[in-house]
């Protein structure tokens, strides 16, 4: 008979500040209780003091005397939901694996991780400090720290690799997960980066709810801004798009923002402060583009000698101040929250070190690590996962990403020793 396996009870796991005195992951939970990690394989916890990182080798990876070097089937670039998830379903196969993390997961600027089934609302660092937990459970090793180089230790595409990091750690390993995230890039506004992942956002599946029936303004980036200022309408009837950097509306565009009742200025942002009222947005200097003015049957777009003007609405986004001189052109906006595209950058270095190429995406929104669909990249046994890969995967695609990824790994490395 299959029971289904309980998750092992072990003590709090072995973090790089508190290894020493935790009791080692490798000493519960009982070995007769269920087949667990601890019982296959044994387990070797090593600490090295010096540049507070802990290891935890399965038999098949060793770590040398001064612990700075380990060796594993498997190396994870990156800890966050994908790298973890990886991690823990090649553990589960009783494969040795490292994952070598730098600890800044995409979503640390939010208080709250939202669609994560089971976990609903999660502190993001909770959440990876219980997936740690859950992989050092079956042995995985954790170094604390960023992969500065990466390369092969031999000519040739079957030779194994050699990753090291900057506190000095060098790990050898027959295949690579990169799994090291994207950097949200945003536009140069005095003010933006303050109010990231709480009051500046950009993923309405993200944080929409929250800010459902608010004030929200959407700055312009690029074209698929249009399609950001959309998704938002859906969760609130006072939206309006701030074309800062975007292109001018096409016909379609226009069309979606009269349907959806979205105000809309056209006009470049030049600061954003966060103040007891809300968020003030100052708009640049540049009359022929600042053309928001009261109308009360709605919002009509109309060409002037101007060019596009916005008619605003009642929506709130009234003119928080009129500067002298510009008529009725406002200097000011005030807005309960912002909604901003960033440029999403894949974190690729250590994948263009080992010889791959980050592509740009075709939305023209970001780059990202190519990849097929079972997480295999154009170098022969590197593999990527999560967001490197996919700009729009969600913690839990990201997870999910790692398991499959994870499992192709196994696979091939079971196929490789095939004759
Ligand atoms: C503000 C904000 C809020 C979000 N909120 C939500 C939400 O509510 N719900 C949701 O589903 N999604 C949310 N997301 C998306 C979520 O953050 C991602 O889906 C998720 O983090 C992707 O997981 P990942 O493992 O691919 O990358 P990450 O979580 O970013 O993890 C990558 C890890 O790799 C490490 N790393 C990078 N380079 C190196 C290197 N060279 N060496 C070693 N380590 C390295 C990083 O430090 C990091 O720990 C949000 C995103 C943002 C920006």
Known sequence: MITPEPMPTSPSATSSSSATSSPSPTSSPSPTSSPSPASSPSTTATIDPSAAVTTTSTTAATTSANEKSATAEVVVIGGGAAGLAASIVLARSLRSVIVVDAGSPRNAASAHAHNVLGNEGINPRDLIADGRREAE??????????????????????????????????????????????????????????????????????????????NIGIIGTTAMSYHQAMMFSQLSDRVTFLRHNAPEPDETQRRMLVSLDIAYVDAAVEAVERTGAGTVVTLRDNEARTTLRDNQAGITLRDNEAGTVLRNNEHGTTPHSNRAGTDSAPSNLTFDALAVGPYFRANGEVF??????????????????????????????????????????????SAASGVMVGAQVNAELIMSSVS
């Open 137 to 214: 459970r079956y042995g995985v090793g954790f170094i604390d720290s960023t992969v500065e180089s990466a390369g092969r230790l031999d000519e040739g595409d079957d030779s194994d690799f050699l990753i090291e990091t900057a506190a000095g750690h060098r790990v050898s390993a027959r295949r690579v997960i990169i799994a090291t995230g994207l950097t949200d890039e945003l536009p140069d506004i005095p003010g933006l980066v303050e109010g990231w992942g709480s009051t500046v956002l950009h993923c309405p599946y993200c944080h929409g709810y929250e800010v459902r029936g608010q």
């Open 352 to 397: 263009e070190q080992l010889g791959g190429t980050v592509v740009a995406h075709p939305t023209g929104m970001g780059t990202s690590i190519p990849a097929e669909a079972n997480g295999a990249t154009a170098v022969p046994g590197v593999w990527a996962v999560g967001n490197s890969a996919d700009i729009s995967a969600m913690v839990v695609a």
